[in-house]
């Protein structure tokens, strides 16, 4: 079974800064299935990127994914405040324990 | 617009069954693979189940495999999930979820979601 280990736990910048999240696999993934979302309370949760690098239908572009094999980032490149949540990576049926991006 | 509605939650004890339903509209329901993922408090989101545009192929996750069943109508747009044998570590807020691709084996995208219905499986 693999294992998606996310970091940092949780992350606390401001907004216009830079926000790179990272997702790290227990054995090598197929890139095809590594996806990020984004999920804030009270809300369902929004694919942002999918195939490790493909952006979603409507999500600014702004946010990049990239990776390959063990190691996937999540990039936020300029922080708005929307952007403040809970973002998890996911891969095979299985889910990231999550990262935290918090206002600083 | 595009739309899942999820219902059938409540507050069960454990032991008992419940059926969660998700109703689709806004988009051809046959042409995608459908997904439940849940919640429990305070956590994080866990994948529970998955099933083909038709139906014929579905996996588990390993904490509810042998007690859940996913299936679905395509007459009705709708996505069921049978939930048996129900512990007190199923209570969570279960959302449905549209796969980007019609067949896979894992979830490819999970772009539409549901709010959600609550699961509470309390003595």
């Known amino acids: 079974e693999i294992v998606l280990t996310q970091s940092p736990g949780t992350l606390s910048l401001s907004p216009g800064e830079r926000a790179t999240l990272s997702c790290r696999a227990s054995q090598s993934v197929s890139s095809s299935y590594l996806a990020w979302y984004q999920h804030k309370p009270g809300q369902a949760p929004r694919l942002l990127i999918y195939g490790a690098s493909r952006r979603a239908t409507g999500i600014p572009d702004r946010f990049s994914g990239s990776g390959s094999g063990t190691d996937f980032t999540l990039t936020i490149s300029r922080l708005e405040p929307e952007d403040f949540a809970v973002y998890y990576c996911h891969q095979s049926g299985t889910f990231g324990q999550g990262t935290k991006l918090e206002i600083k | 617009q595009v739309h899942l509605v999820e219902s059938g939650g409540g507050v069960v004890q454990p032991g008992q069954s419940l059926r969660l339903s998700c109703a689709a509209s806004g988009f051809t329901f046959s042409s995608h693979g459908m997904n439940w993922v849940r919640q429990a408090p305070g956590k994080g989101l866990e994948w529970v189940a998955g099933?083909?545009?038709?139906?014929?192929?579905?996996d588990y996750a390993d904490s509810v495999r042998g007690r859940f069943t996913i299936s679905r109508d395509n007459s009705k747009n709708k996505l069921f999930l049978q939930m048996n044998s129900l512990r007190a570590e199923d209570t969570a807020l279960y959302f449905c979820a549209r796969d980007l691709v019609p067949a896979a084996v894992d979830p490819f995208g999970m772009d539409i979601w549901g709010q959600g219905t609550t699961v509470t499986v309390s003595s």
């Open positions: 099933v083909w545009y038709d139906g014929t192929n579905e």
